[in-house]
């Protein structure tokens, strides 16, 4: 599975971006899909996570109630709408892709496939 990110950039401080992430290779369908982020000097952590029918979602507890993941099966993409932004939200954000879909598996960044990033940069 091929992974493209877009919409990322700079935003302020209590505003909102929407990345997107364009599949193709594989039948995206089949595929858990979601968002990690790495901050310069820290380790990349799980943002969120969404399975194979939309269901099955889960997200890390400083972006709960301010992000959102969905995805779009007819035009293989995933999207991560992140609203009330903060400083520390700041990071380059990889879309992921992985046949199982396991929470456990998402949380300690056990995925099949990666994307290139995008950078996410909130300003105070």
């Known amino acids: 599975v091929r992974l493209v990110e877009s919409g990322g950039g700079p935003a302020q401080a209590g505003g909102s971006l929407r990345l997107s992430c364009a599949a193709s290779?594989?039948?995206?369908?089949?595929?858990?899909v979601g968002w990690f982020r790495q901050a310069p000097g820290k380790e990349r952590e799980f943002v969120a996570v969404?399975?194979?029918?939309?269901?099955?979602?889960d997200y890390r507890d400083s972006v709960k109630g301010r992000f959102a993941i969905s995805r779009d099966n007819a035009k293989n993409t995933v999207y991560l709408q992140m609203n009330s932004l903060k400083p520390e939200d700041t990071a380059v954000y990889y879309c992921?892709?992985?046949?199982?879909?396991?929470?456990?598996?998402?949380?300690?960044?056990?995925?099949?496939?990666w994307g290139q990033g995008t950078q996410v940069t909130v300003s105070s």
């Open positions: 290779g594989r039948t995206f369908s089949n595929y858990a």
């Open positions: 992921a892709a992985d046949r199982y879909g396991l929470v456990v598996r998402w949380r300690i960044g056990r995925v099949d496939y």
């Open positions: 969404i399975g194979q029918s939309g269901g099955n979602i």
